[in-house]
């Protein structure tokens, strides 16, 4: 059985829980609490799991393993279909950009760690963290809605008519957008996928409110 160490708001581990869900894998949650007792993912024993101290990490049973993006294009090697990743190069430098501009430009300045040490280290406001993260937010799914709107390879997801690796990055992202009040108003293509997404069971199945920790 694979354990998925796991927050339930956590984006990172939400995209993993979307792609067990799609491939149809059995997996247990092992809740990591990122907020209580100081954050549980600071412990000796979860750091031996995940140097960095960060969810999700994926114990196969055979191996722990780390970020969520390779964690899922593993899965797809050890799991080829349903294919979360389309078959010909081009198509597949398509997919990865998108799911890398929420993976690695937007989320990495607005996840726990870095708004924490903005609140420490430099005083930050409430108010002031809210405007970082909207701005980061929106600067990053602007450049998505372009990316995905009038380009014929978007279907109904981003890329096609099945799923794939760039709608495991973007619903949970969309998520907490949502959950920050960020304006989407200007962003009809990625609003209509991420309802398209949200129909479907295996997104439903992975979103924050259905899992055991859920608070």
Same mark, same amino acid.
């Given at each position: 059985m694979l354990k998925l160490y796991t927050y339930f708001r956590s984006s990172a581990a939400y995209r993993v829980r979307i792609a067990l869900n799609l491939k149809g894998l059995a997996w247990d949650s092992v809740p990591v609490h990122?907020?209580?007792?100081?954050g549980q993912q600071n412990s000796p024993e979860y750091r031996a799991r995940s140097p960095l101290g960060t969810v999700p990490?994926?114990?196969t049973g055979e191996g722990v393993f780390t970020q969520s993006?390779?964690?899922? +294009?593993?899965?797809?090697?050890?799991?080829?279909t349903p294919a979360l990743l389309p078959a010909s190069a081009e198509s597949r430098a398509r997919?990865?950009?998108?799911?890398? !501009?929420?993976?690695? +430009? @937007?989320?990495p300045v607005n996840n726990l760690r870095v708004l924490s040490y903005l609140?420490? +280290? /430099?005083?930050?406001?409430? +108010?002031?963290?809210? @405007?970082?993260?909207?701005h980061w937010v929106g600067e990053g799914l602007r450049a998505v809605e372009t990316m995905l709107a009038g380009d014929p390879r978007t279907g !109904? /997801?981003?890329?096609?008519?099945?799923?794939?690796?760039?709608?495991?990055?973007?619903?949970?992202?969309v998520f907490n957008a949502r959950r920050f009040d960020c304006p989407l108003d200007d962003m009809p293509t990625v609003r209509r996928i991420v309802d398209?997404?949200?129909q479907l069971h295996a997104f439903k199945?992975?979103?924050?409110?259905?899992?055991?920790?859920a608070e």
């Open positions: 990122l907020v209580r007792d100081g990490a994926l114990d993006l390779a964690i899922i +294009e593993y899965l797809n090697e050890i799991h080829p997919v990865r950009a998108i799911a890398q !501009t929420i993976a690695c +430009e @937007i989320h609140t420490r +280290e /430099f005083g930050i406001t409430q +108010e002031q963290k809210d @405007i970082w993260y909207r !109904t /997801f981003c890329h096609g008519e099945s799923p794939g690796l760039a709608d495991c990055c973007l619903v949970p992202q398209a997404c949200e199945r992975a979103a924050p409110a259905a899992q055991p920790d």
